[in-house]
């Protein structure tokens, strides 16, 4: 169970995208559809942005879109807003009941 | 509304043990999975536990497996998180968390605000 790879940082404007990836193997993001991405603010609990890849619970805004290629997924964020800054997490199902999380983005809007 | 919360956190001493509960309520808990998600002070998110609805699925991260056990009970809506043999580097605000749907695995969808578990001499 190794963790996912996230880069620490990411940053952007004011209405620009930016686009965080979460790096595993072909055991956990490759290898499944069950994988998603949480947005924590300090002091809260994380809150789901992206599941299946690329779905959307209701009530998140479009601006958020997930990818997956290979064993990369991808989250991006369109049309940067100042309450888009956060840390964000990435997760798959690593098989045999088990659950991996990225080590965490923390996204600064600039 | 759909909630969760913790309790059982506290101060240990290493090498002794606690149990965490969670009450849930607001939905049909039987339907659905749940976990454990734990946060180390100014760290990352570290998915601990997971039980399928029935129980019959049981996932342990490998850094607390063989001294933690996940359960739960239907007749009381709650989800418990037995720990042993604890160890400084399991001090962290422990998450219980609600999958989205029906299967396992899936998105954790609900969360509850956490218990906090110090383990310190």
């Known amino acids: 169970q190794s963790a996912l790879t996230q880069p620490p940082s990411a940053s952007g404007s004011p209405g620009q995208s930016v686009t965080i990836s979460c790096t595993g193997t072909s055991s956990d993001v490759g290898g499944y559809k069950f994988v998603s991405w949480y947005q924590q603010h300090p002091g809260k609990a994380p809150k789901l942005m992206i599941y299946?890849?690329?779905k959307r619970p209701s009530g998140v805004p479009d601006r958020f879109s997930g990818s997956k290629s290979g064993n990369t997924a991808s989250l991006t964020v369109s049309g940067l807003q100042a309450e888009d800054e956060a840390d964000y997490y990435c997760t798959s199902y690593a098989g045999t009941n088990n659950v991996v999380f990225g080590g965490g983005t923390k996204l600064t809007v600039l | 509304e759909v909630q969760l919360v913790e309790s059982g956190g506290g101060l240990v001493q290493p090498g002794r043990s606690l149990r965490l509960s969670c009450a849930a309520s607001?939905?049909?808990?039987?339907?659905?999975?749940m976990h454990w998600v734990r946060q180390a002070p100014g760290k990352g998110l570290e998915w601990v536990s997971g039980i399928s609805s029935n129980s019959d699925r049981l996932g342990y991260a490998d850094s607390v497996k063989g001294r933690f056990t996940v359960s739960r009970d239907s007749a009381k809506n709650s989800l418990y998180l037995q720990m042993n043999s604890l160890r400084a580097e399991d001090t962290a605000l422990y998450y219980c968390v609600k999958e989205r749907g029906g299967t396992y695995p899936d998105a954790f969808d609900i969360w509850g605000q956490g218990t906090m578990v110090t383990v310190s001499s």
């Open positions: 299946e890849v690329t």
């Open positions: 607001g939905f049909t808990f039987d339907y659905y999975a």
